[in-house]
C-alpha cells in the first residue's frame, strides 16, 4: 500500500501564489507518477498536473498551463504544485494521487490523499 499526505494550501488573493506539497510513504517503489487533482463545489474531480517519478515527463490540464508547476523530489517521496497567478476559479480542494503505468489525466489513478483546501479570494 501507499499512503499520500498532502500539505500547504490555504488562502490566497487572486494573482498571488501558494504550493502544496505531497509525501508518499509505504510501497512507494510501486509508484511511477505522481499528480494532482481537484475538486470544486458542485464539480466532478479534474486533473490539473502530474509528473513521472523517472525521467522529465510531465502532464498539465490546458487551464493551468504556463501558471502552475509540478515538480519533484525522489529522496524525498515529496511532489509539489507550484501555483501561480491564482485565479477564484482555482479554488478547490486539490488531491494527491499516485499511480502505477503510464503518466495519464484520467481519474483512474490508485492511490489517493486526503485532499488540502485552496480558496483563491477575488
Known amino acids: 500500500q501507499v499512503q499520500l499526505v498532502e500539505s500547504g494550501g490555504g488562502l490566497e488573493q487572486a494573482g498571488g501564489s501558494l504550493r502544496v506539497s505531497c509525501a508518499a510513504s509505504?510501497?512507494?517503489?510501486?509508484?511511477?507518477?505522481m499528480g494532482w487533482f481537484r475538486q470544486a463545489p458542485g464539480k466532478e474531480r479534474e486533473f490539473v498536473a502530474g509528473?513521472?517519478?523517472?525521467?522529465?515527463?510531465?502532464l498539465y490540464a490546458n487551464s493551468v498551463k504556463g501558471r502552475f508547476t509540478i515538480s519533484r523530489d525522489n529522496a524525498k517521496n515529496t511532489v509539489y504544485l507550484q501555483m501561480s497567478n491564482l485565479q477564484p476559479q482555482d479554488t478547490a480542494i486539490y488531491y494527491c494521487?499516485?499511480?502505477?503505468?503510464?503518466?495519464?489525466?484520467?481519474?483512474?489513478?490508485?492511490?489517493w490523499g486526503q485532499g488540502t483546501q485552496v480558496t483563491v479570494s477575488s
Open positions: 494521487a499516485a499511480r502505477r503505468g503510464v503518466l495519464t489525466s484520467l481519474t483512474r489513478w490508485k492511490y
Open positions: 509505504g510501497r512507494t517503489s510501486s509508484i511511477d507518477n
Open positions: 509528473i513521472a517519478m523517472s525521467g522529465s515527463n510531465t
